[in-house]
């Protein structure tokens, strides 16, 4: 399921199939002088093609930071960012927009459906926006995976919380993004409907080769992963491949747990 491991600290861009994404020494500073937080404090992490990744790591260690760099959402103090093969460190607003619509998928804690439209409407809605057409046998088979299609007409008020997070999974899918980032997506769920989505997305990685990268304070929902990095003060201080559930949760009480807290907020 997953590919080899690559050296992260090699200069350059991806330049290979494998790698949907690559931060190279990433430095993100808040405030100068005395007040000077490093969120990040020189990261190199390879973001790896049809793998689910997730990031794990103490509250205030950096995780919503490294996402919002890799998704271009946040400017770097120092590093470089490469999202496929293209480098968004640098970039100007205007194409920096672009790339991110159309190679980034967001799915948030919360659904962010507009309540007007119906569930295929909302699917569709950011594609209508960039007056792109979907592909409409990848459509088909993203709706097929979020097992929705007897749904697709109800509005977000006649679903399931679980069943409208489904929805944006596949509004972020529909585009076919280079990368999906998820920032808690089950956070607002109960465990039942949160495992429904934790399904879906294994699914949409395993069936439809998506990328994920999922910021997560749940071992449950990291057990779904492929890999696990984890920071703490703004560095990666592990990996994990093909987790459980009681690895991760053996892993996060190493880390002194009790004295940092592993929040969902920062
Ligand atoms: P996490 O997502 O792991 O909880 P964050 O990435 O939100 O951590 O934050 C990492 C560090 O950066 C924390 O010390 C936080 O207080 C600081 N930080 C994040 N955003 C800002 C900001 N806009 N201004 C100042 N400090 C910030």
């Not at 790698?19 to 000077?36: I, Q």
């Not at 299609?149 to 585009?175: D, F, Y």
Request: proline fraction near 5%; glycine fraction near 10%.
């Amino acid at each position: 399921m997953t590919s080899a491991v690559v050296n992260p600290r090699t200069e350059g861009g991806p330049g290979r199939a494998r790698v949907a994404a690559r931060a190279v020494g990433v430095v993100k500073a808040y405030g100068s002088g005395e007040t000077r937080v490093s969120a990040l404090d020189g990261v190199s992490v390879d973001v790896e093609r049809g793998v689910f990744t997730a990031i794990m790591g103490p509250s205030g260690s950096g995780k919503s930071t490294l996402m919002h760099c890799l998704a271009g959402l946040d400017t770097v103090t120092s590093g470089r960012i490469w999202v496929g093969e293209t480098e968004i460190t640098g970039l100007k607003d205007k194409r920096l927009t672009r790339l991110r619509r159309d190679k980034i998928g967001f799915i948030f804690q919360a659904f962010n459906l507009l309540p007007t439209l119906n569930a295929l409407e909302n699917i569709t809605l950011p594609m209508d926006i960039a007056g792109r057409k979907p592909d409409p046998d990848w459509l088909e088979r993203v709706i097929s995976t979020v097992g929705l299609a007897e749904r697709l007409k109800h509005r977000p008020n006649q679903l399931s919380g679980g069943q409208q997070q489904r929805v944006a999974v596949a509004r972020a899918l529909a585009a076919r993004p280079e990368i999906i980032f998820g920032d808690e997506p089950t956070g607002n769920l109960d465990s039942r409907a949160g495992s429904e989505v934790l399904d879906f997305l294994r699914r949409s990685v395993d069936d439809l080769g998506q990328t994920i990268v999922m910021v997560t304070h749940d071992p449950v929902a990291a057990s779904y992963a492929d890999r696990i990095v984890f920071l703490a003060d703004g560095h990666i201080v592990d990996e994990m491949r093909d987790p459980t559930a009681d690895r991760v949760l053996d892993r996060m009480r190493n880390f002194d747990s009790a004295s940092r807290g592993w929040g969902r907020t920062s």
